[in-house]
């Protein structure tokens, strides 16, 4: 059973950081995509990155440019570094893996961009 556990959202003024970290309870080596989406209040969950084994990376066009995610395979732990943030980027983030026909989730993280 693959668990995702997410840490790093909060609270953070418009034009803020933050990093959000998803670390895996099994090793990821063996996923080849690793994503994030976020879900914010009255919406549908939207996809908002991806990074692949071989470190290529997607991002939705409402935070390419801003988002930077990464994935270090040693600590079992993938990354969003969110920069420049805006109140529009205020949600609940879910990282997201699949193995097969299994599809894991993280908890969620609760990010607001609020002054």
């Known amino acids: 059973q693959v668990q995702l556990v997410e840490s790093g959202g909060g609270l953070v003024q418009p034009g803020g950081s933050l990093r959000l970290s998803c670390t895996a309870s099994v090793n990821i080596f063996s996923f080849n995509a690793l994503a994030w989406y976020r879900q914010a209040p009255g919406k549908q969950r939207e996809w908002v990155a991806t990074i692949t084994s071989s470190r290529n990376t997607n991002y939705a066009d409402s935070v390419k440019g801003r988002f930077t995610t990464s994935r270090d395979d040693v600590k079992n732990a993938f990354y969003l570094q969110m920069n420049s943030l805006k109140p529009e980027d205020t949600a609940v983030y879910y990282c997201?893996?699949?193995?097969?026909?299994?599809?894991?989730w993280g908890q969620g993280t609760q990010v607001t961009v609020s002054s």
């Open positions: 997201n893996t699949a193995r097969g026909i299994d599809n894991y």
